[in-house]
C-alpha cells in the first residue's frame, strides 16, 4: 500500500522566518511528487518533482527531491501571513490498471503570526 | 477560466437518501477524479476515469458511484448517504501529459 507522511503535523512560527516541511513515502511505480497548498477551497499546485537533486524554486517557495532516501523538502524563507494554509504533499505513482494515482499525505498546517 | 466547477457547494442530507455531486471542467482534460478530504486527513480517492467511458475504483469506493458522462463531466453518486460520509469532496481533472491536477473548489456535504 502506498504510504506519504508529512512532517511535522503543525508549525505555528512569526512572519519573516525560515520553515522547512518534510514529506517521505513509500509508493510503488513512483512517477513524480507535488506539493499543493490549500487554504480555505482547492488544493493549488505549487510544485511536480520528477528528478532528485534538483531545486524548483518560485519566489520564496523552494522545494527538492531526493529519490534514493524517498523524501522531499519545502522551503518557505521570509514566511508572511500568507503563507498560513495547509501544505500538502502527493505522490503521483501507476496503478495497476495503468492510469496515474496520487497519494496525499495528511497535510502540514502552517500558521504565520504577525 | 472556470477550471473544474463543483455543485453543490454545500448540501446537508439524513441519512439514507441519495444525492449526486457535480463536476465539470472546461480543459478537455482526460482524466478526471473524485476525493474525500476528512478532519486531519490528507485527499483521499474514491474514484477516478482515465478517460471518457472508463472509471475505475480508488482507495474508498465503498457506498459510491460513479459516471463518466462526457468528456467534460463527471459525476459522484451516493445511493443511501451514511454519516460517515459527511466530508468535503473535491473533485480534479488532469489531461495525460506530465502536468499536475486541478482541483475544484469542493462540496462540503453533512448526512445527518
Known amino acids: 500500500e502506498d504510504k506519504v507522511v508529512q512532517s511535522p503535523l503543525s508549525l505555528v512560527v512569526h512572519e519573516g522566518d525560515t520553515v522547512t516541511l518534510n514529506c517521505s513515502y513509500e509508493v510503488t511505480n513512483f512517477r513524480s511528487l507535488l506539493w499543493y497548498k490549500q487554504e480555505k477551497k482547492a488544493p493549488t499546485f505549487l510544485f511536480m518533482l520528477t528528478s532528485s537533486g534538483i531545486e524548483k524554486k518560485s519566489g520564496r517557495l523552494s522545494s527538492i527531491l531526493d529519490k534514493k532516501e524517498l523524501f522531499s523538502i519545502l522551503n518557505i524563507t521570509a514566511t508572511q501571513t500568507g503563507d498560513s494554509a495547509v501544505y500538502l504533499c502527493a505522490v503521483e505513482a501507476i496503478s495497476s490498471g495503468s492510469a496515474r494515482q496520487l497519494t496525499f499525505g495528511s497535510g502540514t498546517q502552517l500558521t504565520v503570526l504577525p | ?69 462526457n468528456k467534460r463531466e463527471f459525476s459522484l453518486r451516493l445511493e443511501s448517504a451514511a454519516p460517515s460520509q459527511t466530508s468535503v469532496y473535491f473533485c480534479a481533472s488532469r489531461d495525460n501529459r506530465n502536468q499536475p491536477q486541478h482541483f475544484g473548489d469542493g462540496t462540503r456535504l453533512s448526512i445527518l
Open chain 2, 1 to 69: 477560466n472556470a477550471g473544474v466547477t463543483q455543485t453543490p457547494k454545500f448540501q446537508v442530507l439524513k441519512t439514507g437518501q441519495s444525492m449526486t455531486l457535480q463536476c465539470a471542467q472546461d480543459m478537455n482534460h482526460n482524466s478526471m477524479y473524485w476525493y474525500r478530504q476528512d478532519p486531519g486527513m490528507g485527499l483521499r480517492l474514491i474514484y477516478y476515469s482515465a478517460s471518457e467511458g472508463t472509471t475505475d475504483k480508488g482507495e474508498v469506493p465503498n457506498g459510491y458511484n460513479v459516471s463518466r458522462l
